[in-house]
């Protein structure tokens, strides 16, 4: 959805949000307790006719539009694979975390 | 808690703004629509046991867990074929240190304003005002689109769970996208 803590810039609501998702540490009773915010999306609500659905595409089939699921780092700009590749030369990814499968038990 | 449908469309019509749009059957008809075969959703038959929060807000070190695939520049960012590593975020991390990548949501507001899905900052601000009494030392942040349930359920939650441990953390958010 891409904005689930707040709309972006938008330091007022971001707050009101941590602050209900804090509250509700106290007024959740049970598990899988979920509470309804007030808060709307967007003004308009049109992008719900939008939202998970596939484009068609012109010949009339359905077009998949998913990003594609590449097998390596994705950065967010050029300077962030330069600073990260910097990094891995000198044997360090400050904060990384990587599992292996065998930490994964099988049943 | 109550589910509301909408029509067979998934959507409900707009003289009833509020309801939310129905996923489930939006995701069957979207893999139905691209001829891949339904999609197999997890079940979990036994709810998590619930911790009733033992001190005040005021008083509690809040640990914050985010699958926004949110990462620091110089980390290694995540790739997009259930990635299951995840990235330890510094509480004191500059927001405009914060990245985002990932490839089932529009980063675009993540991009702009990383507190839209990791609201570190929004939380140091919390603790300024004594809101909470602090925040443990790191956040852990992941790549949620994962197929594996094994790996989620086996490996990386279970990490992330000793982590939270080990901040003496009393409660933890999770946000997703």
């Known amino acids: 959805m891409g904005r689930t803590a707040g709309k972006p810039n938008d330091p007022a609501l971001q707050r009101q949000i941590m602050i209900e998702a804090l509250d509700a540490f106290a007024s959740i009773r049970e598990p899988g307790g979920i509470i309804t915010l007030p808060h709307r999306w967007s003004d308009d ?6 939202a998970m659905r596939p484009k068609p595409r012109t010949d009339g089939g359905t077009a998949d539009d998913r990003v594609a699921r590449f ?9 962030d ?7 891995s030369e000198t044997g360090e ?14 049943f | 808690m109550k589910s509301r449908r909408g029509n067979a469309q998934g959507v409900t019509p707009a003289s ?15 893999y139905d629509k691209l001829g891949y075969p339904p999609y197999k959703w997890v079940r979990n038959e036994i709810p998590p046991p619930l911790a009733p ?3 005040p807000l005021s008083e509690a070190k809040v640990g914050l867990v985010a699958s926004g695939g949110i990462y620091r520049t110089g980390q290694v960012a995540f790739h997009y074929r259930d990635d299951f590593s995840f990235r330890e975020i510094p509480a004191d991390t500059p927001t405009s240190e914060l990245r985002a990548t990932h490839f089932a949501y529009d980063l675009t507001d993540a991009r702009r304003d990383p507190n839209a899905v990791f609201p570190m900052e929004t939380l140091r601000n919390l603790t300024d005002e004594g ?3 602090g925040l443990g030392a790191h956040a852990y942040t992941f790549m949620g689109g994962i197929y594996s349930v094994r790996k989620v359920r086996d490996a990386l939650a279970p990490a992330i769970a000793d982590r939270l441990q080990s901040d003496e953390v009393d409660l933890a958010i999770l946000v997703p996208v």
């Open chain 1, 81 to 87: 694979r330069r600073l990260a590749e910097a990094n």
């Open chain 1, 71 to 79: 097998d390596t780092p994705q950065y967010q700009s050029e300077a």
């Open chain 1, 93 to 106: 990814c400050p904060g990384c975390v990587f599992l292996w499968e065998s930490e994964a038990k099988h």
């Open chain 1, 45 to 50: 609500d049109g992008w719900k006719d939008y």
């Open chain 2, 131 to 133: 809101r909470i009494g």
């Open chain 2, 16 to 30: 009833e703004p509020n309801n939310p749009v129905d996923y489930i059957a939006r995701t069957r008809e979207q």
């Open chain 2, 53 to 55: 929060l033992a001190k």
